[in-house]
């Protein structure tokens, strides 16, 4: 079961910064937060990804709180190609080997 | 780089027939997995590779499911027989660990339907 909650949808104006919350309140020491997005009819593409600290990449920004119990994906000038469902995903790289366990995912709309 | 081949992109066939899905992950990658797409389970995952071996199928449905990978340039999705309920979109991902964290990259999917 996915250990993430997320809103089901969110819209973002065109050029607007698009937050994205996740909420992982279960996540434990040595699990990551995984970010992936899927545009319709495309499979799922790498977004971001982090531990405990900010990171930032040429696609977003993810900011984890201090007590890594929720985060939020930011792109900051969203454009109409950034539609798609974005999934926030809490991964154990040693007890869960390379598994990705997806839940349902944010359905963002950018609108012009 | 050509990223995550899938081949078919479609696929129809009719109930009780064999339908083959194959991939072919991106050069130097030594970890694939086939995931299944459908509106009502959301993405989920059936089995994954690492080094050609398969770590863990927990997540294939049944016996009528199997999966194989020969050598690390090429896997197999295999469903026999084949029912409505199976249709879905299959994505294969494949990744190269990259220290303790890595990078899964997924091909465009093979869109099954079973009539």
């Known amino acids: 079961d996915a250990k993430t909650t997320q809103p089901t949808s969110m819209d973002c104006a065109e050029g607007r910064a698009a937050n994205l919350p996740c909420n992982h309140s279960?996540?434990?020491?040595?699990?990551?937060v995984y970010w992936y997005r899927q545009i319709h009819s495309q499979g799922p593409q790498y977004i971001i990804h982090g531990l405990k600290n900010n990171e930032t990449n040429e696609m977003a920004s993810l900011i984890i709180t201090e007590d890594r119990k929720s985060s939020t994906l930011i792109l900051p000038h969203a454009t109409l190609r950034d539609t798609a469902v974005y999934y926030c995903i809490v991964r154990d790289l040693y007890n869960q080997g390379g598994k990705l366990i997806f839940g349902q995912g944010t359905e963002l709309s950018v609108k012009p | 780089d050509a990223g995550v081949i899938q081949s078919p992109r479609h696929e129809v066939t009719e109930m009780g027939q064999e339908v083959t899905l194959r991939c072919k992950p991106i050069s130097g990658h030594n970890s694939l997995f086939w995931y299944r797409q459908t509106m009502m389970r959301g993405l989920e995952l059936l089995i994954y590779?690492?080094?050609?071996?398969?770590?863990?199928d927990s997540g294939m449905p049944e016996d009528r499911f199997s999966a194989k990978m020969p050598n690390a340039s090429f896997s197999t999705l295999k469903i026999q027989p084949s029912e409505p309920r199976d249709s879905a979109v299959y994505f294969c991902?494949?990744?190269?660990?990259?220290?303790?964290?890595?990078?899964?990259?997924f091909g465009p999917g093979t869109r099954l339907t079973v009539l």
């Open positions: 279960t996540i434990s020491g040595n699990e990551y």
């Open positions: 991902a494949s990744s190269f660990p990259a220290g303790r964290t890595d990078t899964q990259y």
């Open positions: 590779f690492n080094n050609n071996v398969p770590i863990d």
